[in-house]
C-alpha cells in the first residue's frame, strides 16, 4: 500500500510537458530561389505557409497542364 501511495505521489508530482506552440497560418517562412540557368546568386522571397501552399499547387497544375498538352501533341495514349 506504501509503495502505491509512493508512486502516484511521485506522478503527481511530475509537472506536465507544455503543449507545443501551434504553427501560425500566417508565420513568414523565407526562401532562397535561384533562376535556372544563373551564376548569380538567387534572391531571397518570403510568403506565408498558405502563400507557399497556394504557390505550389498553382506550379503543380501548371506542370500538369504541360504535360497534358504535350502527351496530346505528341499522340501518346492513342490508338492507331
Excluded at 6 to 17: G, N, S
Aim: glycine share 6%; charged share 25%; aromatic share 4%.
Amino acid at each position: 500500500m506504501f509503495v502505491i501511495l509512493t508512486l502516484l505521489a511521485v506522478q503527481q508530482a511530475q509537472p506536465t510537458p507544455p503543449e507545443p506552440a501551434p504553427i501560425a497560418a500566417e508565420e513568414r517562412i523565407c526562401r532562397r530561389e535561384v533562376p535556372t540557368g544563373s551564376n548569380m546568386p538567387g534572391r531571397r522571397i518570403c510568403y506565408s505557409r498558405a502563400q507557399w501552399r497556394e504557390r505550389t499547387r498553382h506550379n503543380d497544375a501548371g506542370l500538369q497542364s504541360f504535360r497534358d498538352a504535350t502527351q496530346k501533341n505528341a499522340g501518346i495514349g492513342l490508338d492507331r
